[in-house]
């Protein structure tokens, strides 16, 4: 199939590669490269903050696209940096998934073009829903998703590839994580689905294979507590609604199945989940409650159930003698779970190195240096287990975190 990409020049061929079955889940959000091939990932994502791409300016020496009669100009110092992430981990047979989000620039001219138009204008949210609502909002978001999947479609090897495409953050707790204003379900799920069919359509035109995802936090039955239902719901109320919209899409999940406290690294104590599917929450503990949901026949996509990925997930380290051992035997019980469900394809663990900036959470594989925000000074316990995971070394050493989870066997843990 050839097709004309708007705004260049010449044709260009549509990739139709098979979707790569790598060995095993294991992923990481990558912070030093070397080290996570150390760590025999298959797995990274990458974020990719979509506003700092805009150049208002069009400086000659950067990329440019025409779309619906507005030219749109991209900034290539930002996307050769991103080169530089993907490309030495993609040329090592890992999958890249790239994290697409808007976060506000508070430079008015450009969130208006990126940023759907009902954010609020206090700035108070952490990161912008899409502007898929004004006629240059929905070109630039073509422009834009079509600049990034022709560079990293295996069309360019110098730029490396991307496999996966998760279309914003935890998009169930909108007033946070993809602020639109104060929307109902209904309107969120439209705004949100009316983006994602623009970069479905682009990421598709490029990469036939290419999947992309649909980001979750871990409420599910319920949304965020202490806020209304115009800003933030349960997970499993968005992802139905979302589905009505998008049946005709091939589409699926990234879920962040952290702890009921983020605080808490022991993933098997949740006291407040349960394991049906008016779970408030669906953690670790319960993750199944996920998997069973998607294989209802109104979710499914020419009969199949939707894939699964963990794009976003870590366990704390506690200020304590046993807080090591305790986030790895988090990790070494979520790793087993995830081996008795197989919808899930990917585990990518948050964070390489602790960062001083994340509410108090020490989630790394490292430690980072003192008085640095994410400088990486050296590995936890957790880094060694993490390294074994997918490996025939695994089993021996994941026995000795057993009895801090109070499992008696790994096969005690519910299947879906």
């Known amino acids: 199939m050839m097709l004309l990409i708007a705004g260049m020049t010449g044709l260009s061929a549509q990739d139709s590669t098979p979707f790569p079955q790598p060995p095993s889940i294991k992923g990481l959000q990558v912070q030093m490269v070397d080290d996570a091939i150390a760590l025999g990932i298959h797995h990274a994502g990458v974020n990719i903050n979509i506003t700092a ?3 208002r300016e069009k400086k000659p020496q950067n990329p440019k696209r025409t779309v619906d009669g507005f ?3 991209f900034q290539e110092s930002y996307l050769k940096s991103l080169d530089r992430q993907i490309k030495p981990l993609s040329d090592k047979g890992i999958l890249i998934y790239l994290i697409v989000i808007a976060y506000p620039s508070k430079n008015p ?45 295996g069309a360019r090897p110098e730029c490396g590839r991307v496999w996966g495409w998760i279309v914003g953050n935890e998009v169930n707790s909108h007033w946070m994580w993809s602020n639109m204003g104060k929307k109902s379900l209904d309107q969120a799920t439209s705004a949100y689905a009316g983006a994602f069919r623009i970069i479905h359509n682009s990421v598709r035109a490029a990469s036939k294979n290419a999947r992309l995802y649909v980001s979750f936090d871990h409420h599910w039955g319920v949304g965020m507590h202490g806020i209304s239902a115009e800003e933030a719901v349960g997970g499993r109320a968005f992802l139905d609604s979302f589905a009505k919209l998008t049946n005709d899409l091939d589409w699926h999940v990234a879920w962040h199945p952290y702890p009921e406290d983020l605080g808490n690294p022991r993933a098997w104590a949740d006291k407040t989940v349960t394991h049906d599917d008016n779970s408030n929450k669906v953690t670790f503990k319960n993750l199944e409650v996920l998997c069973r949901h998607l294989r209802q026949p109104q979710l499914l996509y020419e009969g199949k159930p939707r894939r699964v990925i963990l794009s976003e997930q870590g366990f704390h380290t506690l200020l304590t003698p046993e807080g090591e051992s305790l986030q790895a035997a988090a990790f070494a019980y979520a790793w087993e ?22 509410g108090g959470l020490r989630l790394g594989l490292w430690r980072n240096a003192p008085h640095s925000i994410a400088d990486p000074h050296s590995k936890k316990q957790i880094w060694n287990l993490l390294q074994k995971a997918g490996t025939p070394e695994w089993d021996a050493a994941a026995a000795p975190l057993l009895p801090v989870t109070g499992l008696t066997s790994w096969s005690d843990l519910a299947k879906e």
Do not use: Q
């Open 53 to 55: 791409l805009v150049d």
């Open 71 to 73: 030219e749109f100009s």
């Open 109 to 153: 001219d450009i969130d208006g073009l990126v940023i759907h138009p009902d954010a609020r204008k206090d700035y108070k949210y952490t990161v912008g829903g899409f502007n898929a609502a004004t006629p240059e909002g929905k070109a630039w978001l073509r422009a834009v998703s079509e600049e990034m999947s022709s560079r990293w479609s």
């Open 337 to 358: 779970k995830c081996r008795r469900l197989p919808l899930v394809d990917a585990f990518i663990y948050h964070r390489h190195v602790d960062h001083a900036k994340e």
